[in-house]
């Protein structure tokens, strides 16, 4: 999507919570990465008019600060209307919808970054504002889940584009159905490790041949997807998962795994949509 297509370049939404303030430090920095512009998004239920000026102009300055002076054009938009519904509006002409991961209730997903996980038109990326030192990126890989479902193959573009962009590696992660297996080294383990890996390097091979500079380390793990991302996540920068698995109806659906990550993940989590 060129940024003709997506005039609001990255959208983040601003509410005055700690967690949106996370969001918007790391919207403007993927903005910068992406040389897009950043539209920051304030919406109010109609009240409060000048309590919405001040979190839109709070906002606004903590992304103009993270971006720098060479960073990307910066826009404040207040809204009215409900948050989740605005927001989705805007997306329909962004590449990315960012959000915290807490509302102003403290509530862990908000309201607002469920309704977007649920309908949002483009990939919505859920940013927690608990990024200790230890989740910063530095040369972290950026890891993507993979299961052969169309989302999740939307997530693997999306993740290889991510990688590529930071100069990292890229883990991706197949977890294998629950096997009955005798231990750790059963033959019939070992057997679905090597399908697996086939299975990974076929899957990616387009994209691996799009992206060459990116290093791709696979992984394979047996059962609890979520877990398994939860677990890899701890090295990783940031997380690409799709909006539902082949489980899922095909849809606006939002699945298990995508939503567990989205909420217990310490880092930002990318959710991949197509509609």
């Known amino acids: 999507m060129t940024d003709e297509a997506a005039p609001y370049g990255i959208v983040v939404g601003a509410d005055g919570s700690p967690s949106s303030l996370s969001a918007v430090r ?85 309201s607002v970054g469920l309704g977007l996980l649920h309908h949002a038109r483009c990939p919505v990326v859920v940013v927690h504002d608990d990024l200790a030192p230890r989740n910063r990126p530095g040369r972290r890989p950026v890891l993507v889940g993979i299961d052969g479902s169309k989302t999740s193959l939307h997530a693997a573009a999306i993740a290889f584009e991510e990688a590529s962009r930071r100069s990292v590696d890229l883990l991706a992660l197949h977890v294998c159905k629950d096997a009955d297996t005798g231990g750790p080294h059963d033959h019939r383990m070992t057997i679905l490790e090597e399908e697996a890996a ?75 949509r197509r509609t």
């Open 26 to 110: 790391w919207a403007a920095t993927e903005a910068g990465l992406r040389h897009l512009r950043l539209t920051v998004a304030h919406v109010h239920e109609g009240s409060g008019a000048d309590e919405a000026d001040s979190v839109l102009d709070e906002a606004t300055a903590e992304a103009r600060n993270a971006a720098g002076v060479d960073g990307p054009d910066v826009e404040g938009r207040r809204l009215t209307g409900q948050p989740a519904a605005e927001l989705v509006e805007l997306s329909g002409d962004a590449q990315l919808v960012v959000v915290g991961s807490r509302g102003r209730t403290g509530r862990s997903p908000g």
């Open 198 to 272: 086939d299975f990974l390097r076929e899957t990616l091979a387009d994209l691996q041949q799009r992206f060459p500079e990116v290093v791709v380390r696979p992984l394979i793990r047996f059962a609890n997807p979520t877990r398994q991302l939860l677990v890899q996540a701890e090295r990783s920068q940031l997380v690409v998962v799709g909006s539902h698995g082949r489980g899922a109806i095909a849809g606006r659906l939002l699945g298990s795994v995508s939503a567990a990550v989205a909420e217990g993940c310490r880092i930002p989590v990318i959710v991949a």
